[in-house]
């Protein structure tokens, strides 16, 4: 009895761990940013909302938040979408979104946003460059 009762343990844990997942495929990728909207001066200590528009590709994109690296007084923000690996994706072409990066500056300063607009021919990236002077209030 006792050796039914590990096999069929055994058996159980076998098949309750397959590795068929019917979960779809999903990637990250950035998606061009075409314009952005911020005050002209910026304060230290308060958070200051950053407008971001993009154009979602497909109906398989979704916002899944923002690549941000900082150096110095240069920040590199990039508007990060997962995308769903599936073949009834549909374009979207004239379809604007708009997210919100907070950001709460640190230092008094100018401060320079490099937003990700893509590559050019050449294979490099592309910025849409915006300098904001950060003042204390």
Request: net charge negative.
């Amino acid at each position: 009895m006792k050796k039914i009762v590990a096999f069929l343990s055994l058996f159980l844990i076998a098949i309750s761990c397959s590795v068929d997942d019917d979960q779809p495929n999903v990637h990250y990728e950035l998606v061009p940013v075409e314009s952005v909207s911020l005050e002209d001066t910026l304060t230290v200590g308060l958070v200051n909302n950053i407008e971001i528009n993009y154009k979602k590709p497909s109906t398989c994109h979704g916002f899944n938040g923002f690549y941000y690296e900082k150096n110095g007084f240069e920040r590199i923000i990039g508007v990060q979408n997962y995308v769903i690996e599936q073949n009834d994706c549909q374009p979207i072409t004239n379809i604007t979104r708009q997210e919100v990066l907070k950001f709460k500056p640190t230092e008094v300063g100018t401060y320079t946003f490099k937003f990700w607009q893509g590559k050019d021919t050449n294979g490099e990236d592309i910025f849409l460059e915006i300098e904001r002077p950060v003042v204390i209030n």
